[in-house]
């Protein structure tokens, strides 16, 4: 076979126009380059700049990363502005952050700012700015972006070593990971610590903790962080800023020959031998985990979500140090560091929020009605009525007249009507969600800001100096409608040269933490023979009327309506007498398959006070708030259902009071304002010796432990085809210790006619002793008896089912669940 030799022409040399292309090429690949060496500014002698960002380089999708700035002038002074920018103005979704800067000759500052990442970035440059010249730039390199739902330890210690193996300490998290940290580098806002799970100090003087630092910390806390405190011969400065916050009163220091009950309580002995150095102390609030006889060895104290340690010894000496039970241990500590639950981390759905927060009371269309009304009135006008009135005069030759007349008649009017339509006050709504326990201090809230303007303007937008704030941005993250200058964080946050059009609305984020409203409440879980029965009783002790008040537990919800000031109410409910919702309860312009108690449409009247006409209220307050609601689902368009926080029992309700302060450039404007708080009561349990309970769907949590070709797996609303998927269901702490003397599952069919003929799947039930799925050869839709059922209950109750299908139609599950029988 002749081989056939590429050539570029019969002389064996290029064509002119490709030695013509070359150039072009090269400048298309050095370009790029050229200009980020062009971009770089080493700055002027004597200015240095070092930065740093995230925890150690670590930063979370979805939440703010702080920049830590280090800057020093040995040169003349300068009066400037550190710039962050993130996106890009080609994409019409670069925000540039600012933070005002002076720095005198001889000086060194440190400033904290932050950023807020729609995408993944390991790269961020930093300028430094004279008025509008670049006069040094830097940048930083190290960020790494881990998982939302990852374990990320904050450790802030002389010696790091000895406390790697913590990112093997996961609790119920997927990973973990661990970051060396200073006490500089913790942030002056507390929405800025949320990527953190878990703070360890040791060996640092917490007394160096400025107000912001302490305050955000507080935040952070009662929003779900874990703050570990250690002992040991540096007690006094890991103590010294935070002795209101710890669950003990510190004594001083014992020399002990050895601590034997914690080396038999973990079934690991010290490999080094004592004396070892512990911390005595007192306690003074909370809950002694571990002791050597009199003495506190791990004391904790829960506040808000989260919870304080105090903790005896120094993990990095003995005996702690390379014990084999150490990350035991830890776990009785990262346990507390539990998955948020999904309302805690904001808006989902930046659609539906914007929607939501362009829904303004007062501004409404005319009605369709109305606008045919009118255009009757105008055509009869102009037309019929114009001629029989110029008829019945005899002055015909006026239509000339008469018809101008009336089209700028009733062009005024359209005009009036449009300009009374749409207002001509400035209007600032927020929306808000917030997120905290009754006994809390600090709610975390996020809050939708919406400007409207009725004419075409820009404003200048002040908030406080402890908030975050970032516009509201569409299109899965990677564009958005940034119409605005900068923000700059000094003293107060200033959004500068926000530009609104006509009738528009720009949209913001903000994430704070604000004081809780007083509630006081409780619940009470009674089992005995007569069955399991919840009761709640809930005070509304402040000055706020809490709206269409409710009460959420696992995936139902029981109304309370509205409570006033003043107003307590106590609701009871079976257990057994409660369902979860299906497929049948959604909405039609509901997140598909999501299947989440707080959007279906049997609870819109406990919610809202009225129910939809598929998705739509009449009323444009009401309708804003069904929007936030649906806003908060993440899997509108598909992906895992919504898990409901299981052994939880929350009070969720709507407030009218704004939750941030905004000042607008010396203007007068109108403020609108919703609240919908989801906060969490305290559960109490009553539990007697019981026989013959029944464990079912309101007393289980599940997980899904693997999946292929289930576009929403969940055990609610199951669809699929050509598919599998397994699911691991566990009862209740409370449960756990159930004599089990029955099993059922039940396989549920949606409801209507449509389905009755469905076809069965295939269902199999995990076999513990054998360690092999066993497929149930007679099961049927319905409730479906399970014969030797001990071999498919483990220890703590946990049942494992898996469902497949291999036809070629599709078919749907309208729930999925295991009942237990037993006595307690």
């Keep these: 076979m002749q081989k056939i030799l590429p050539s570029f022409s019969r002389s064996g040399r290029p064509p002119l126009r490709l030695l013509f292309l070359l150039p072009l090429l090269l400048l298309t690949v050095l370009a790029p380059a050229a200009r980020a060496q062009a971009d770089e500014v080493d700055g002027p002698a004597g200015l240095t700049i070092e930065a740093h960002g995230g925890f150690d380089g670590f930063y979370k999708a979805g939440q703010w990363v702080p920049l830590t700035i280090e800057l020093a002038n040995d040169g003349p002074s300068i009066e400037g502005v550190i710039r962050v920018s993130t996106g890009r103005s080609s994409d019409n979704n670069e925000v540039i952050y600012d933070s005002p800067i002076s720095l005198p000759t001889q000086s060194r500052k440190r400033i904290t700012t932050f950023v807020y990442f729609t995408g993944f970035t390991s790269r961020l440059s930093l300028q430094l700015l004279d008025g509008n010249d670049v006069i040094a730039t830097t940048t930083i390199t190290n960020l790494t972006q881990i998982n939302a739902d990852s374990m990320l330890y904050g450790i802030l210690t002389e010696d790091p ?17 661990v970051s060396f940290i200073e006490l500089a580098d913790l942030p002056d806002a507390a929405a800025g610590w949320e990527a953190l799970d878990i703070l360890v100090l040791n060996d640092v003087d917490t007394g160096r903790l400025s107000e912001d630092q302490r305050s955000a910390m507080d935040g952070w806390i009662n929003g779900g962080g874990v703050l570990v405190v250690t002992g040991g011969t540096n007690w006094q400065q890991n103590s010294a800023g935070l002795s209101d916050l710890l669950p003990v009163r510190l004594n001083g220091t014992e020399s002990v020959d050895s601590l034997p009950s914690l080396a038999e309580t973990f079934g690991f002995a010290y490999r080094d031998a004592g004396p070892y150095i512990v911390t005595t102390s007192t306690l003074l609030e909370g809950e002694v985990l571990y002791a050597e006889g009199n003495t ?40 507390s560091a539990q998955e948020a639950p999904f309302w805690s981390t904001g808006i989902k759905e930046s659609y539906l929020a914007r929607d939501a927060v362009r829904n303004l009371s007062g501004l409404t269309l005319p009605s369709v009605w109305l606008m045919l009304c009118f255009l009757g009135t105008y055509v009869l006008a102009i037309g019929p009525i114009n001629y029989f009135v110029l008829k019945r005069m005899k002055r015909a030759e ?19 009507t449009g300009f ?49 704030v970032r516009p509201l941005q569409d299109q899965f993250g990677v564009g958005g409608n940034t119409n605005m200058g900068t923000i700059e964080r000094g003293n107060d946050i200033i959004i500068h040269d926000v ?16 004081p809780m409203p007083d509630i006081s409440g409780e619940v009470t879980l009674t089992i005995d023979d007569a069955g ?24 139902q919800l029981l109304g309370i309506g509205n409570l006033e000031p003043g107003q307590s109410e106590t609701i009871s409910a079976e257990l057994n007498s409660l369902s979860a919702p299906t497929s049948t309860d959604m909405s039609s312009y509901t997140a598909y398959g999501v299947n989440s108690p707080l959007i279906a449409t049997r609870y819109e009247e406990i919610i809202y006070g009225t129910a939809s006409d598929y998705g739509r209220f009449d009323d444009a307050n009401t309708q804003s708030r069904y929007q936030l609601m649906q806003s908060l689902h993440a899997n509108i368009y598909g992906g895992e259902a919504v898990k409901i926080p299981q052994e939880t029992v929350t009070l969720i309700g709507w407030t009218t009071q704004p939750q941030v302060e905004v000042g607008i450039d010396a203007r007068e404007s109108e403020v609108q304002a919703t609240t919908l708080y989801f906060i969490e009561l305290p559960f109490n349990q009553s539990i007697e010796a019981a026989a013959n309970l029944t464990i079912d769907q309101g007393l289980w949590s ?39 003397d029955g099993l059922d599952v039940v396989m549920a069919l949606p409801l209507g006619e449509y389905y009755a003929g469905q076809e069965m799947p295939t269902v199999s039930l995990w076999d513990w002793q054998e360690g092999a799925w066993i497929k149930l050869d007679d099961a049927t839709w319905g409730v479906n008896r399970i014969d030797e059922y001990e071999r498919y209950v483990n220890n703590i109750g946990s049942v494992r089912i898996r469902i497949s299908y291999t036809g070629f139609t599709s078919i749907r599950v309208r729930e999925i669940q295991p009942i237990l029988y037993g006595d307690l």
């Excluded at 300490?169 to 973990?176: E, T």
């Excluded at 003995?318 to 035991?328: G, I, Q, S, T, V």
């Excluded at 599998?724 to 566990?730: G, K, L, R």
Aim: aromatic share 12%; hydrophobic share 45%.
């Design 499 to 514: 530009r609104v059009d006509v009738s528009a609305t720009e949209a913001f984020v903000i994430d704070s933490f604000q």
């Design 532 to 555: 399991s029965r919840l009761t709640v009783m809930v005070t509304n002790n402040s000055d706020l009327t809490i709206e269409n008040a409710s009460i959420l537990f696992g995936y």
């Design 161 to 177: 070593g000895e406390l790697e193996f913590l990112e093997r300490v996961i609790g119920d998290r997927d990973s973990g990971d």
């Design 702 to 740: 599940f997980d899904i432990r693997d999946s292929s070709g289930i576009y929403n797996p969940s055990p609610f609303d199951l669809e699929m085809s050509n598919g599998w998927i397994e699911f691991e269901f566990t009862p209740w702490s409370t449960f756990q210790s159930l004599d089990v």
């Design 398 to 416: 006026m239509a000339w007249i008469t018809i101008p007349a009336l089209i700028i008649l009733f062009s005024l009017g359209t005009i009036i």
């Design 296 to 335: 506190p060895l791990l004391v904790r104290r829960t506040i808000g979500q989260g919870a304080i340690y105090f903790l005896a010894l120094d993990p990095k000496t003995a005996p702690l140090r390379d014990w084999d039970a150490n990350e035991a241990f830890w776990s009785e500590i990262a346990v």
């Design 420 to 468: 009374r339509t749409k207002g001509n006050q400035v209007i600032i709504n927020q929306l808000s969600v917030a997120y905290g326990q009754v006994d809390g201090e600090q709610a975390q809230v996020q809050s939708i800001m919406g400007l409207y303007s009725p004419r075409r303007a820009s404003f200048d937008l002040t908030l406080p100096g402890d908030v975050l």
